[in-house]
């Protein structure tokens, strides 16, 4: 994610991977939580940024372009803009806290200096957007370097979903570790699940471990068991879209089922994410909302149709695994070992 030469937030179209690297310019509130919505940018911490950079990609293109005097001249409006433009992204996907605490962060900036005028104000919110998106980047590195300590070299590691470079502003939360150590010289060999119903696994893991020349496995959902059993895999790296004060993780669906198969073939399973995707709010995954998305990403399969007509159809997008199976959670602060208590939690956590 970035800045286009004249302000938009600027993506690449996940959806159209690995066919098609097409980038978007998005400049108003209702594109960017479009493409939240559709998936077109996905992942936890990359969804928070791009909220945070739409946000002020639209306040920018309100206050210059197209959206008449009254906003250019008038700070309250700037401010009822940013409050609306914020409650509507932040409605675009429920599961991830990554994107409510980027955007409280975009609001706070309001409350900074009550005096400001228009353009400070603008420039105010794209630094703050700025800053959600070095950091996530940093984060990242921080992610990698310490995780990097539970990869040997030789090792097969097993991820689900995608958590790397395209679902954050840098290399990536569960494949970071993966990156440091390919980058320090290890071998280290990747099973990526396809991850049904929507193909993070198959059409984006895949792609980007290729094209950074880390080799990757693809594997249908159902098969990780008998791989697990067949002993190929080392350990399991999953990113999380929330992670509560007990430690429970929720990921995406089929997440949970992982952990199960590792905790039975005693394969560590690692939960790896940003302090950002913390909510010492929910004390346990039980209080975390699970998005449930439409039928036709169930029944249909790159515009075919794949179930039976008449069925109904049941499309939870995440699970939640609880904290007893899970060995480690890696955040930039290092590496976390069971039991996790996260409302006293070592690492910065965003205010309550
Ligand atoms: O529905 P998605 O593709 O946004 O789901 C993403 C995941 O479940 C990721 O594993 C999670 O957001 C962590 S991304 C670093």
Not at 199 to 220: F, N, Y
Request: net charge negative; glycine share 10%; with cysteine.
């Amino acid at each position: 994610m970035q800045w286009s030469p004249d302000g938009a937030l600027r993506i690449v179209d996940q959806r159209r991977l690995p066919g098609e690297f097409v980038e978007r310019d998005l400049r108003t509130v209702a594109e960017v939580a479009e493409a939240i919505r559709t998936l077109a940018v996905r992942g936890a911490p990359a969804i928070g940024v791009a909220a945070a950079m739409g946000l002020a990609a639209a306040v920018w293109h309100a206050t210059r372009v197209g959206a008449g005097p009254a906003l250019l001249a008038d700070v309250a409006a700037v401010r009822a803009f940013v409050h609306g433009g914020a409650a509507e992204l932040r409605a675009a996907r429920p599961t991830a806290v990554n994107l409510g605490w980027a955007l409280d962060r975009m609001r706070d900036v309001l409350d900074r200096d009550p005096g400001v005028g228009v353009t400070p104000l603008t420039a105010a919110l794209r630094a703050e957007a700025e800053a959600i998106r070095a950091e996530d980047e940093a984060m990242c590195a921080a992610i990698g370097a310490a995780g990097r300590e539970l990869l040997r070299d030789g090792m097969r590691v097993l991820t689900h979903c995608n958590a790397g470079a395209l679902a954050t502003a840098g290399i990536g939360t569960a494949l970071a570790p993966v990156y440091a150590a390919v980058e320090a010289g290890l071998r280290i060999e990747v099973f990526a699940d396809e991850t049904r119903p929507l193909l993070q696994g198959s059409r984006l893991t895949a792609w980007e471990l290729a094209r950074a020349g880390v080799p990757v496995t693809v594997i249908t959902d159902g098969m990780a068991g008998s791989v697990m059993a067949a002993g190929k895999i080392d350990l399991v790296l999953v990113g999380a879209d929330r992670i509560a004060a007990n430690g429970d993780s929720a990921n995406k669906i089929g997440t949970y089922a992982l952990a199960v198969l590792a905790k039975h073939h005693r394969i560590p399973f690692v939960v790896v994410a940003p302090s950002s995707s913390i909510d010492a709010r929910a004390p346990t995954g039980a209080e975390i909302p699970i998005e449930e998305r439409g039928a036709d990403e169930v029944t249909h399969l790159a515009g075919a149709r794949v179930a039976a007509a008449g069925a109904t159809v049941f499309n939870p997008a995440f699970d939640v695994t609880p904290a007893a199976l899970i060995s480690h959670i890696v955040t930039e602060a290092g590496v976390l070992c069971a039991p996790f208590r996260f409302d006293h939690a070592p690492i910065a956590l965003p205010p309550a």
